[in-house]
């Protein structure tokens, strides 16, 4: 989770919304980063997670990103929780829920719906409070 928090503040310091991304393999490797980009590439689907997922598939060659582990700071939304599943991802690892687009668990559980094909194993609220902190200090900010 804290290289996926370095990866928020990289998000933060280009002025999107600090989320951030690691995917790794069954070795604990790194094999993707992401951070949020939709500001600075006018890219919609330009989460941390698709990134992250992204440059995973591009490193291992395949689609298939069985055997590792996504870690996102903030509970993928619907659009994330879709692109996990098709990449066949079996862990996901999430700091801060996110009450109005989450789908691993708080607004959603997309993850785990035993009507899809795949499923995931979700561990959620680590490092919650320094992943939440990160996301209402930007928030705060963008209110004054």
Excluded: Q
């Amino acid at each position: 989770m804290l290289l996926a928090l370095d990866e928020a503040r990289v998000a933060l310091a280009g002025g999107d919304v600090p989320v951030g991304a690691v995917v790794t393999d069954a070795s604990g490797r790194v094999i993707g980063r992401g951070r949020n980009e939709r500001e600075l590439t006018h890219d919609p689907t330009a989460h941390a997670e698709i990134v992250a997922i992204r440059e995973a598939a591009a490193a291992l060659g395949d689609w298939h990103l069985e055997g590792c582990t996504l870690t996102v700071t903030l509970e993928p939304c619907v659009m994330c929780a879709g692109a996990i599943l098709a990449a066949r991802l079996p862990v996901v690892v999430f700091g801060a829920w996110d009450e109005k687009a989450g789908a691993a668990g708080s607004l959603y559980d997309v993850l785990r719906d035993r009507r899809l094909n795949h499923r995931v194993e979700v561990f959620a609220g680590v490092e919650e409070a320094e992943c939440s902190r990160i996301l209402l200090d930007f928030f705060e900010g963008k209110r004054r």
